[in-house]
């Protein structure tokens, strides 16, 4: 991915004075890792290397369109025409046009809301859980940790349910499906009880969903014994479960908690009480913000849910520990966790995911990101000749394996490219103090002690210029003796 500081701008000025490109595509595309999918939307002959420089003058902080987009110039140009049939899929028998659904949250909690995803290309939605519960939210409710560009890496909140009536939601079911008939409407519910969950389950039947999604894991409520208090008791999963079979229709899933050391107990338990399948994971509790404040005002803060890019590994690793559990073999397992880009759709699907949804990437960057997220995957499946979504699912997993099995037969070393390195010796002060004292500056560059170095790849991290890579893999000469 090529590093620039665009702002991702809405309606935005560089395109709007460029007359021969979209830059603002091009710079989406680039910001999420469609580098290739933004080469092959440009003409052969790249217009930006002779021009004016208009969209620069445009846009607010100065970046340099030109060079980034003739830079493109280095990257093949492919006669690639995207065919996003190849996205089809399904949500329990139901037809899906691409994988792509937004989860249950503030994302998907009104007609306008959905109306607009649905418009933007999404194939379905999650809608705000639904329960009979009073719900009153906090304000503020967010916080976030923050990288480079103001890019959020771990998103936190505290927000609940949904704040409309029954009534209200109904009708916004009804309406949806009377205006998008082809998309998919999965309705999230929550009940304090068997009496709530049966009768959530009842109203839901004729009311235009798809499908239901039994809310087993959110972390934020205020009333004992719902939401992630459940998600934690396979008892109380498989018997809410075993209600909601008695009284639907429709089929579902039920959502899990990623607050427990074995997800796959409170899938089981779902699967044994008649469900069509799972989604994993919603947020992971944390605390919101930690007052030092010393001016005699106290802030309060709150355990909420932790969600975003930073989850993302703790999420594939639940995903892949139900990809692998044989009782959901040929049952739905819809992944969420930190899904912003193509890639990382791509992986939750390789380890067993049907669906994705997505909530964090949408509050941050819109719905307009699945533009970005069908060009990705729809170019990597004609690229590796693949006909359909469906078949890559699930490829990864037997690459999963348990840490003692790993092979640590060889090592594999760094290797530094001289002419990207700038001297800073990043790597030599992670190494000395963090790794194996193995790299050493000698006039301005890094020398490897291959003696010392272990392939821990440390320093291929921390370097802020991407100049160290792997290079082959070495058997070492001689192993080392642990003297007990």
Known sequence: MIDFDCLLCHNAKCTIECGDIEPHRILRDLYFSNDEVARNSLPENIPCLNCDGRCEKACPVHVKIKDIVSSLKEIKKEDISLDYDRLRTDFCGIPLENPF??????????????ARAFNEGWAGAAFKTICLMDIIESSPRFSAIKGDNHRIIGFKNIE????????????????LKKDFPNKFLLVSIMGRNDEEWAYLTDILNDSGADALELN??????TEENTGSDIGQIPE???RYTRVVKKHSKLPF???????????????????????????????????????INRDGKLFFSSIGGYSGRAIKPIALRFIA???????????????????????????????????????????????????ELKDGITHYLIKNNVASINDIRGDALPGVVDVEKLDRSYIIYPKFNREKCVGCGRCEVSCMDGGHQAITIVDGHPILNADRCVGCHLCVLVCPRDAITSSEKHVPKKKRNIQL
């Not at 949250?105 to 306008?112: F, K």
Request: overall charge negative.
């Open 253 to 291: 899933i039920a959502k899990l908690t990623p607050n427990v050391t074995h997800i796959e107990e409170s899938a089981d338990a779902a699967i044994r009480g008649g469900a069509n399948g799972v989604a994993a994971i919603n947020t992971i509790k944390s605390l919101i913000e930690v007052d």
């Open 101 to 114: 659904l937004l989860s249950s949250s503030v994302v998907s909690s009104t007609y306008e809301m959905c």
């Open 236 to 238: 109380l999963v498989e």
């Open 321 to 371: 520990e139900l990809g692998k559990d044989p009782n959901l073999k040929d049952h739905h397992i819809s992944a969420m966790g930190g899904i912003e880009n193509w890639i990382d759709a791509m992986e939750f699907i390789a380890l067993g995911a049907n669906t994705v949804q997505i909530t964090t990437a949408v509050m941050q960057y819109g719905y307009r990101i699945i533009n």
């Open 160 to 175: 609940q349910l949904s704040e409309n009536s029954i009534e209200e939601n109904l009708k916004t079911f009804k309406r």
């Open 216 to 221: 087993f894991s959110c972390p934020n409520m």
